[in-house]
C-alpha cells in the first residue's frame, strides 16, 4: 500500500512538472525561436508524465526500465532547452530556476529508480 502511495506522488509531480512547463512555454516570445523552443520543450517537458503511467503498466522488469529510461532522456532534454532559454535570457531567471531544479530534481530519482531496477535485474 505504502509503495504504490509512493507511485502516485511521483505521479502527481510530474503532472505538476508538466503544468509548469506548459506555463513557462505560453511565456515565451512570440518569435521564430521563442516559438521553436516552446514547441520542443512542450513536447519533452509533458512527456514524462504519460512514460511514467506507461512505465507503471509495463510488462517486464526490463520494459519499466525502458520507460523509465525515456522518461529520463525527456528531463534531460528538457534542462537542455531550459539552460537555451536561461542563455539567451528569453524569460526571467525567476521563471526558469524553479523549473531547472524540479527537472534537475526528477532527473535524480529516474537515475535513481533505473539504477536500482538494474541491481534487482541482475539478481538470480
Known sequence: MKETHREFDL???????????????EALPNTRAGNHVAGQL???????????GEAQAAESRRDFMHKMGICLKEL?????WLRII?????????????????????????????????RNDSKP
Do not use: H, Q, W
Not at 76 to 80: A, G, K, L, N, Y
Not at 88 to 107: G, H, Q, S, Y
Open 76 to 80: 534531460r532534454e528538457s534542462r537542455i
Open 42 to 52: 512542450l513536447r519533452s517537458g509533458t512527456s514524462p508524465a504519460p512514460n511514467y
Open 86 to 118: 536561461r542563455r539567451r535570457a528569453m524569460l526571467k531567471e525567476l521563471i526558469v530556476e524553479p523549473n531547472m531544479r524540479e527537472t534537475e530534481e526528477l532527473i535524480r530519482i529516474f537515475k535513481s529508480s533505473i539504477a536500482t531496477a538494474k
Open 11 to 25: 505521479e502527481d509531480r510530474l503532472v505538476d512538472y508538466a503544468s509548469a512547463i506548459i506555463e513557462l512555454t
